[in-house]
C-alpha cells in the first residue's frame, strides 16, 4: 500500500518540481529573451519568438544548462531563422502569384521601417549593417545582450575561437565603418 501512495505522489511532486523550475526561468529570462528578439525582428512578432523559445525550453527543460542565458538565446536565433525561412516562402510565394499584396506598405515591412526611424543612433545602426549578419551578431551578443565570449559562442554555436576572430574582423570593419580606429588595448571581447 506504501507503494502504491508514494507513486501517486511523486508524479505531482515531480510535475510541481518542473513548473517552479519553468517559472523561475521565464520569469528571470523572458525579458532577455525578449530584448533578443525585439532587436532582431519587429515589435509584433517578438512575442512569438519568446513563446516559441519558452515552449522549447518546457520541452527540454530537463537539459538546460545551469547558466541558461546562452542556451536560450540560442534557441530564440534559431527560432528567427525559422520565421525567417517561412516569411522568404511566403514572399517568394507572392511574388510566383504576382500578388499585389506584397509591397512596401507590407505591415511587416512598415513596421520594421518605423521602429528604425525612431532610432537616435543611426550613424551606428549604418555602421552595424556593412558588417556581415555573423559579425553584425557577434558584436550585438556582447554589446546588446552582455554575454561573454564564451556564452555568445553557445548562442552562435561555434566555438570560442572562432567567436574571437568574428569579433576581431568586425571591430575592424566598425570602426573602418564608422570613421575611427580601434585601440589595441580593447581587442579583447571578454
Known sequence: MKTFVKSEIEPATGEARRR????????????????????RTTPSA?????????????????????????WLLGV???VLANQRRTDGRLIALHRRLESPNLSASHPATAE????????????????LAVLTPLEREAITLLAWDELSAEEASIVL?????A???????????LAAALGTTIDPQ????S
Open 20 to 39: 517552479a523550475k519553468m517559472d523561475e526561468l521565464f520569469t528571470s529570462y523572458a525579458a532577455d529573451v525578449y530584448a533578443f528578439a525585439l532587436r
Open 46 to 70: 517578438a512575442p512569438d519568438v519568446v513563446s516559441e523559445t519558452f515552449l522549447v525550453a518546457w520541452r527540454r527543460l530537463d537539459a538546460i544548462p545551469p547558466s541558461p542565458k546562452a
Open 76 to 78: 530564440a536565433r534559431r
Open 112 to 127: 520594421l521601417a518605423e521602429s528604425a526611424a525612431h532610432t537616435s543612433d543611426s550613424e551606428v545602426l549604418a555602421a
Open 157 to 161: 554555436g561555434c566555438s570560442t575561437a
Open 163 to 173: 567567436f574571437y576572430v568574428r569579433v576581431h574582423r568586425a571591430r575592424r570593419r
Open 186 to 189: 580593447e581587442a579583447d571581447p
